[in-house]
């Protein structure tokens, strides 16, 4: 049996076959960009990912990289007598009072500033088409941050809206770093609690929007991380539990998928000695492993891990 006789294989254009680890990577928006990043750092690939927490829709992803890049504007706060936060963030990003909040955030988009400068290529990963918006001003939100939902309009973006917002953003990067490249892509992540067809119109949006701004656009790809989880690997013991988030061997199978499309075969091979060596650093050993052969152990890292050092420049 060959493996296309058991899958239905998803064909991955190549993209940009990165050939050293003099780039620099980015990662904003659903947590599948969370994942993603783990496996660049874990490789020893230096990889930013955005303070801002978990994003899912595109309007508020494309404002935080904005607000990244002209720092003049003021974030949307809302405050009580315990507790305040941003409109613009996530749920996580919460303190006691305003001047600590604004002391963290106002840090948080100067590194994202400096980060987005010396940025070859950043992952995009759209998680949602649906939005909510505040009764009171009409403000779309980034997170509802546990308010109550009837403080909030909620509503599908229209196509125009998503492609219109991220051809703005391609336009703003191209501006601010010309040398930086996008890589767009849609999270596995389906979102239940909406509904399983509202989720699938929301994907849909998502998908076709990607792929009008990248067939205009000479600076942005697609890769198809959702057609991969959904397709290609379609089956329930790809999932956790809830049926909904992919497993973590589901997500090495989606970065073993990108590197081919995105790293030289050389890069691959030097990638695949750094997670052996990572595999060595977590290494445990009982209590009654002799202490030579913990002193050789370290040794071994040691010198494997110069070797690498002497050509590469690798992010331990």
Same mark, same amino acid.
Not at 27 to 55: E, K, N, V
Not at 267 to 289: D, G, N, Y
């Given at each position: 049996?060959?493996?296309?006789?058991?899958?239905t294989?998803?064909?991955?254009d190549?993209?940009h076959?990165?050939?050293?680890?003099?780039h620099?990577?980015?990662?904003?928006?659903?947590?599948f960009s969370?994942?993603?990043?783990q496996r660049?750092?874990?490789h020893g690939l230096a990889?930013?990912?955005?303070?801002?927490?978990t994003?899912? %829709?595109?309007i508020s992803i494309?404002?935080?990289?904005?607000d990244?890049? @002209?720092?003049?504007? @003021?974030?949307?706060?809302? /405050?009580t007598?315990?507790?305040?936060f941003?409109?613009e963030?996530s749920?996580k990003?919460?303190?006691?009072n305003?001047?600590?909040l604004?002391?963290?955030?106002?840090d948080?988009?100067l590194? /994202?500033?400096? +980060?987005?400068q010396r940025? @070859?290529?950043?992952f995009?990963?759209?998680?949602?088409a649906w939005v909510y918006?505040?009764?009171?001003?009409g403000?779309?939100? +980034?997170?509802? $941050?546990?308010?109550?939902?009837t403080e909030?309009?909620?509503?599908?973006l229209?196509?125009?809206e998503?492609?219109?917002?991220? $051809? *703005?953003?391609?336009?703003?990067?191209?501006?601010? %770093?010309p040398l930086?490249n996008? &890589?767009?892509? &849609?999270?596995?992540v389906r $979102? &239940?609690?909406?509904g399983?067809?509202? %989720?699938?119109?929301?994907? *849909?949006?998502l998908i076709?929007a990607?792929?009008?701004? &990248?067939t205009?656009?000479?600076s942005?790809a697609?890769?198809?991380?959702y057609?991969l989880?959904?397709?290609?690997?379609r @089956?329930?013991?790809?999932?956790?539990?809830?049926?909904v988030?992919?497993t973590?061997f589901?997500?090495?199978?989606?970065?073993?998928?990108?590197k081919? *499309?995105?790293?030289?075969?050389?890069?691959?091979r030097?990638?695949t000695?750094?997670a052996?060596?990572?595999h060595?650093?977590?290494?445990?050993? /009982?209590q009654?492993?002799p +202490?030579s *052969?913990?002193e050789?152990? %370290?040794?071994?890292l040691?010198?494997?891990k110069a070797?690498?050092?002497d050509f590469?420049?690798i992010c331990w």
């Amino acid at each position: 049996m060959k493996y296309d006789q058991f899958f239905t294989q998803v064909r991955i254009d190549e993209l940009h076959q990165i050939d050293s680890f003099e780039h620099n990577f980015g990662f904003i928006g659903s947590c599948f960009s969370d994942h993603m990043h783990q496996r660049f750092r874990y490789h020893g690939l230096a990889a930013w990912m955005s303070p801002y927490g978990t994003t899912y %829709n595109p309007i508020s992803i494309t404002n935080q990289i904005l607000d990244s890049i @002209d720092l003049t504007k @003021d974030f949307t706060l809302f /405050s009580t007598e315990n507790t305040c936060f941003y409109w613009e963030t996530s749920h996580k990003l919460v303190r006691q009072n305003p001047s600590d909040l604004k002391q963290v955030v106002d840090d948080m988009r100067l590194e /994202s500033h400096n +980060a987005f400068q010396r940025m @070859d290529t950043l992952f995009i990963t759209l998680g949602t088409a649906w939005v909510y918006e505040l009764n009171s001003t009409g403000l779309l939100v +980034a997170n509802c $941050h546990k308010i109550p939902s009837t403080e909030f309009r909620k509503r599908l973006l229209s196509l125009t809206e998503i492609t219109n917002s991220l $051809h *703005a953003l391609l336009s703003r990067l191209n501006q601010y %770093n010309p040398l930086l490249n996008v &890589v767009f892509t &849609v999270s596995p992540v389906r $979102h &239940v609690r909406e509904g399983l067809v509202e %989720n699938s119109r929301s994907k *849909a949006i998502l998908i076709e929007a990607c792929h009008q701004v &990248v067939t205009s656009s000479m600076s942005a790809a697609y890769f198809p991380s959702y057609e991969l989880l959904i397709d290609e690997f379609r @089956d329930y013991r790809f999932f956790e539990k809830d049926g909904v988030h992919p497993t973590e061997f589901a997500i090495d199978l989606v970065f073993e998928k990108l590197k081919p *499309a995105f790293f030289s075969e050389a890069l691959q091979r030097i990638l695949t000695e750094v997670a052996q060596i990572r595999h060595m650093e977590q290494h445990r050993f /009982s209590q009654s492993t002799p +202490a030579s *052969a913990i002193e050789k152990h %370290n040794i071994q890292l040691g010198e494997r891990k110069a070797r690498l050092n002497d050509f590469h420049k690798i992010c331990w």
